[in-house]
C-alpha cells in the first residue's frame, strides 16, 4: 500500500477508534467545542465593529470624496475579517490542542496503550506547565512556518491560471502537512522528540502526512466538522506517530481493558 493510502488509512482508523471508545470521544469534543465559541465570538465581533475598526486606522482617509471612501474603507473590512477568517483556520487546531492538552495526551497514551504489544505508553515524564509551556512554544514556531507559507501562496494566487488551479491545491497540502505535525506532536511530544526532529520525520514520509493532514484540512476549513473529527484525528496521528519511529503495532481489535 503506497504511504498516501497508508495516512489516509491512519485518518479512518482513528475515527473507527473513538467511534469505538465513546467516553474517550466525548471528552475529546470539550476542547474544540470550547474553542469553537471563543472563535465565533471573535468572528461576530469583529464582523459587527469592523468597519469601526477600519476607520479608526485610516484617519488620512477622513476627507476622500465618494464613492471612493466606502470603496476602500469597505475593502479593508473584508480583507480584514478575510485575514481574521484565515488565521482562525490556521491556528483552530493548534488553539484546541493547547486547550485540551489533558484531554489528548490520555486520549492519544490509552491508543498507545490500546495498540502496543506491551500494553505500555511512552510518558513524557514532564509536569503539566512544562508541557503546556513546550506546546504552546511549538505552535507558535509552526504558526510562524505556516504564515510563511500563506503569504507565498497568497501571492501567487494572483498568477493567471495558476493561482486559481494549482495554488489552492498546494495550499490544501501545505495546510495538510502542518495539521499533521500538530497533531503528531502530541504522541511525539511524549517521547521526547522535538520540533525540528519532527518536522524532518515527517518530510521523510510526505506522501503518508499528505495522505492523513490533506483530506483532514480540506474537512477542517469547516471549523464545527472540525470540533467532530479531532479526537479521531489525535487518536489517528498517534498511530501514525508510531508508524513514523518505526514502532511496532498489534493488529488486533481494540481490549476491553484499553476500553475500560
Not at 475529546?28 to 472563535?39: D, E
Request: net charge neutral; hydrophobic share 55%.
Amino acid at each position: 500500500m503506497s504511504d498516501l493510502a497508508r495516512g489516509f488509512g491512519y485518518l479512518l482508523k482513528g475515527q473507527r477508534w473513538v467511534a469505538r471508545h465513546g467516553k474517550q470521544y466525548g471528552f475529546g469534543l470539550l476542547p474544540g467545542l470550547l474553542t469553537l465559541v471563543l472563535y465565533l465570538a471573535a468572528l461576530v465581533a469583529l464582523a459587527a465593529y469592523g468597519t469601526d475598526l477600519t476607520t479608526w486606522a485610516t484617519p488620512f482617509a477622513d476627507d476622500w470624496s465618494s464613492p471612493w471612501l466606502g470603496l476602500f474603507r469597505g475593502f479593508l473590512t473584508v480583507l480584514l475579517f478575510a485575514l481574521a477568517l484565515l488565521l482562525s483556520v490556521l491556528t483552530f487546531t493548534a488553539m484546541t490542542l493547547l486547550i485540551g492538552q489533558p484531554f489528548y495526551e490520555n486520549l492519544s497514551e490509552k491508543v498507545d496503550r490500546d495498540v502496543s504489544p506491551d500494553g505500555t505508553a511512552p510518558e513524557s515524564g514532564l509536569p503539566l506547565y512544562r508541557e503546556l509551556w513546550i506546546s504552546a512554544r511549538d505552535s507558535l514556531r509552526v504558526l510562524v512556518r505556516a504564515l510563511c507559507w500563506a503569504v507565498l501562496l497568497f501571492a501567487l494566487g494572483f498568477v493567471p491560471f495558476l493561482g486559481q488551479t494549482v495554488v489552492p491545491v498546494l495550499g490544501f497540502m501545505v495546510t495538510g502537512f502542518f495539521l499533521t505535525e500538530e497533531l503528531t506532536g502530541v504522541a511525539l511530544m511524549r517521547r521526547r522528540v522535538e520540533l525540528r526532529d519532527r518536522l524532518a520525520l515527517l518530510r521523510s514520509r510526505r506522501l503518508l502526512v499528505w495522505g492523513f493532514g490533506t483530506p483532514l484540512a480540506l474537512a477542517f476549513v469547516v471549523p464545527f466538522v472540525a470540533v467532530f473529527l479531532m479526537p479521531g484525528a489525535v487518536a489517528g496521528a498517534t498511530l501514525m506517530a508510531r508508524d513514523l519511529l518505526g514502532e511496532e503495532s498489534g493488529d488486533q481489535e481494540p481490549s476491553e481493558e484499553a476500553a475500560a
